[in-house]
């Protein structure tokens, strides 16, 4: 943690992240109008990072796992989400003021009452009885509440004129994978365990949205089932790269995060066997690739009566921020609770052989990221503030592979040929790298508005450079400065940006 305080909160997400100024409101969705809470626009810098977020994983689990990456569609037929369990399942519970008629989510105000969990999963009469047994009334009238009701989230989007077919927002990026299953089989001759991943968003109709993009009713999913014949779970390549990796887990009835090894979690039989150890590992391995301390992560292992319906277990990865520990991952165990749904609604064989011509249904190991928390969470672990008053300087520790620019191009001042000399510069390495020029204002104040949305390295065309044909290149978190040839520049960027010693 960087000492970052709640009150810094909105400075953080809203100023850095959503729009590219810190002096500007952020962008809600459709900012001239009225606009329902939890939607919201990303800014140029925002939507910069955000992508390379995505491609981080992309090269770190996509390519190096040989997932296969599809890409479905948003709206489906409420035949599929039937099949899912989801048009009866999603649901959360609510209660309303009598008074007011605020609208709370039951296991939200009683977790903030009494600094407990809370189970979502609870029955109606036990959040009842919670409600009454520690004196919980409405925040903003303190009058009475309703009884609990559970609420479907479901996004409906019927589609047709005259009469119309029932179609909703998908509520996760998943089922698509599911449905597009048997044609992914016959067509990319798939060999267990194999996983199928795509990026996306989802829709669901939040009860009470709130912290900014965290919950929201319109949101990235970067999703992964990965399918495999269950008798066949301890049986996975690339173990021995994971077997020693240490895995921070918070078991169930444990107050203290254990550091235990992937082979460990399948020895001692806390997870259901190599499989899971092993994405378990890979998914700690891509956060820290991400900028996120080690000390900050955490796989919370998840009770029964706290698991989503389709689970048999759940291992919640989550990060330790200024706003408590934030979930970025649901990894589940989902068994053959999908491909058996949609197979019996729709009347497929889901069923697959394996190499001695034996049918078998395949079990799912899912790793569903949120792409707007963990946005939130490698920015808040990034945010640095040096010095006092005038001498205050903010900027984001970014990875620089997560920088919204690779770096920028500065002449030192507005003048004597200094401009043209850099605009030579610019011209060139903007066709290998992501470049931004700049000749406005002081160079202290180029610097700092670098500094603040990440940027990690600045070249500085000076007088010298007319005659040395060099530059000065900046390094965004320790100041320090080099001088490179310009002829080096693409060789010595190129290094800088994979991670080599500035």
């Given at each position: 943690m960087n000492g970052l305080r709640k009150d810094k909160y909105i400075n953080l997400l809203f100023l850095f992240l959503l729009w590219p100024c810190k002096k500007q409101k952020p962008i809600a969705n459709?900012?001239?109008y009225n606009a329902p809470a939890g939607l919201w626009d990303y800014g140029p810098y925002g939507a910069a990072i955000r992508r390379k977020v995505i491609d981080?994983?992309?090269?770190?689990?996509?390519?190096?796992?040989?997932?296969?990456?599809?890409?479905?569609?948003?709206?489906?037929?409420?035949?599929?989400?039937?099949?899912?369990?989801?048009?009866?399942s999603l649901v959360d519970p609510i209660t309303l003021c009598q008074k007011c008629q605020a609208i709370y989510r039951a296991d939200k105000l009683i977790a903030e009452a009494t600094k407990k969990h809370v189970p979502e999963a609870m029955e109606e009469k036990e959040f009842d009885e919670l409600i009454k047994k520690n004196k919980i009334v409405c925040q903003k009238c303190k009058s009475y509440l309703t009884p609990v009701k559970k609420f479907n989230m479901m996004v409906s989007s019927p589609l047709g004129i005259g009469k119309q077919q029932e179609c909703y927002l998908r509520p996760e990026t998943c089922q698509t994978i599911f449905v597009?299953?048997?044609?992914?089989?016959?067509?990319?001759?798939?060999?267990m365990p194999q996983g199928i991943s795509q990026v996306g968003r989802s829709f669901r109709n939040e009860i009470s949205p709130r912290q900014g993009i965290l919950r929201a009713v319109e949101f990235s999913q970067m999703e992964t089932e990965v399918f495999f014949n269950p008798e066949k779970i301890n049986e996975i390549e690339n173990f021995e790269d994971v077997e020693n990796y240490?895995?921070?887990?918070?078991?169930?009835?444990?107050?203290?995060?254990?550091?235990?090894?992937?082979?460990?979690?399948?020895s001692k039989k806390i997870v259901s066997g190599k499989l899971v150890a092993y994405y378990l590992a890979r998914v700690q391995q891509l956060y820290e690739k991400y900028g996120l301390p080690t000390k900050a992560l955490?796989?919370?292992?998840?009770?029964?009566?706290?698991?989503?319906?389709?689970?048999?277990?759940?291992?919640?990865?989550?990060?330790?921020?200024s706003l408590g520990w934030l979930e970025l991952i649901a990894n589940n165990y989902r068994t053959d609770y999908d491909l058996k749904g949609h197979g019996q609604a729709s009347k497929k064989d889901l069923s697959v052989l394996d190499e001695n011509?034996?049918?078998?249904?395949?079990?799912?190991?899912?790793?569903?990221?949120?792409?707007?928390?963990?946005f939130y969470a490698i920015l808040e672990h990034a945010y640095r503030e040096e010095g006092e008053g005038e001498k205050k300087r903010v900027f984001l520790s970014l990875k620089p592979q997560l920088a919204p620019t690779d770096f920028c191009i500065f002449p030192l001042v507005s003048k004597e040929g200094l401009p043209k000399k850099a605009r030579e510069?610019?011209?060139e390495l903007r066709q290998c790298y992501s470049v931004?020029?700049?000749?406005?204002?002081?160079?202290?104040?180029?610097?700092?508005?670098?500094?603040?949305?990440?940027?990690?390295?600045?070249?500085?065309?000076?007088?010298?450079?007319?005659?040395?044909?060099?530059?000065?290149?900046?390094?965004?978190?320790?100041?320090?400065?080099?001088?490179?040839?310009?002829?080096?520049?693409?060789?010595?960027i190129y290094r800088l940006l994979i991670g080599e010693k500035f």
């Open positions: 459709t900012p001239i981080l994983w992309r090269k770190e689990l996509v390519q190096k796992e040989n997932f296969l990456e599809i890409y479905g569609s948003q709206i489906m037929p409420a035949a599929v989400f039937q099949a899912s369990g989801h048009l009866t597009d299953f048997d044609q992914l089989m016959k067509t990319m001759r798939i060999k240490k895995v921070r887990v918070l078991l169930q009835k444990e107050k203290e995060i254990r550091e235990i090894s992937a082979k460990e979690l399948v955490r796989f919370r292992e998840v009770a029964a009566n706290d698991r989503a319906f389709y689970s048999k277990e759940t291992w919640d990865f989550e990060v330790e921020t011509n034996k049918r078998f249904i395949p079990h799912v190991w899912e790793i569903s990221i949120g792409v707007d928390r963990t510069i610019y011209q931004f020029y700049d000749e406005a204002g002081s160079i202290g104040k180029r610097y700092a508005r670098a500094d603040e949305v990440g940027i990690p390295f600045c070249l500085t065309v000076d007088f010298d450079s007319l005659n040395d044909h060099a530059v000065t290149i900046r390094e965004r978190d320790s100041v320090e400065q080099k001088r490179v040839k310009i002829k080096d520049l693409k060789n010595t």
